[in-house]
């Protein structure tokens, strides 16, 4: 009896033990939200908490996450139409300390206390990526080794590119005029986020009676010049400001781009002797 009695409890003992040893340590994690990124370095920060038993060692290690061609290095939130951001993650708020998952190498130790310990997550959006507009998400898991245990928990990292442009515009200017006709050009410049689309418009421009068909240029004298305004180098396509109509209609690719205005002034116009101007608004819509 005493033979049998033994056996029964180092049974117990052997299949109780493993149970315990998952309770050695346990982790969670908080999401990363990096905001909006405009193509400048973007820093975000996060935390894993580990609760490991007293004087417990341990080291908590981040995965390459979910998105195609990440690594622990240059990790990769996924996008539309599986466009990619790069983004890193480090140790230290100076974000110079890599963070992987190779223990000794470039994972964080620490010791288990009376208390969780909230480990900060660094995390950096690269500048200069020129991508789609669009929500951009990745899946990390952090791990946790200590003692007779391993646990994960796993946080999503987000952030969103939103579309955005910038307008310019140089003057155009025809010269003296005789009477004959005057071609001249300018340019519009634009810089969109990559693959928005937008339109480019032009004004009627600031005198009275003017439309987008018939510009009109004043003189201080309130003498009156017409010209027109294109979107093409033949002069046959009017250049308005009517999306869907007469409008310039184009693609983002992240760096400025110039669109030429070109402009004609009819001959056989008989005006005063003066300087003739007017103001042309540039409108993108996107």
Known sequence: ????????????????????????????AVSMSFGNYTGTALPGVTQVTVNCLVLTGYKVGLN???????????????????ATLSYKMFQNSARTANWG??????????????SPQPISVYGQITAGQSIAPGSYTD?????TNGLFTTVTATFTVTAVVP???TISASALNFGNYSGSLIDASSAVTVNCTNL??????????TSSGATVTTRKM?????????????????????????????????????????YSVFGRLPAGQFVTSATYTDTITATVTY
């Open 163 to 165: 579309a955005s442009c």
């Open 218 to 258: 004043t003189s201080p004298a309130l003498g009156k010049l017409n010209y027109t305004l294109f979107r093409d180098s033949p002069r046959t396509q009017n250049w308005g400001n009517t999306v869907g109509i007469d409008t310039l209609v184009s693609q983002g690719n992240g760096t400025a781009v110039q």
């Open 1 to 28: 009896m005493r033979r049998g009695l033994g056996l029964a409890l180092l049974m117990l003992f052997a299949w109780t033990f493993p149970a315990a040893a998952q309770l050695l340590c346990s982790e969670s």
């Open 196 to 205: 928005t689309v937008f339109n480019i418009g032009l004004s009627a421009g």
């Open 139 to 143: 899946t990390v898991t952090a791990t």
């Open 101 to 114: 998952n190779t223990p000794g190498v470039d994972t964080v130790s620490g010791t288990g206390s009376s």
């Open 64 to 82: 390459a996450g979910t998105g195609t061609g990440g690594t622990v290095t240059t990790r990769k939130m996924t996008g539309p139409g599986g």
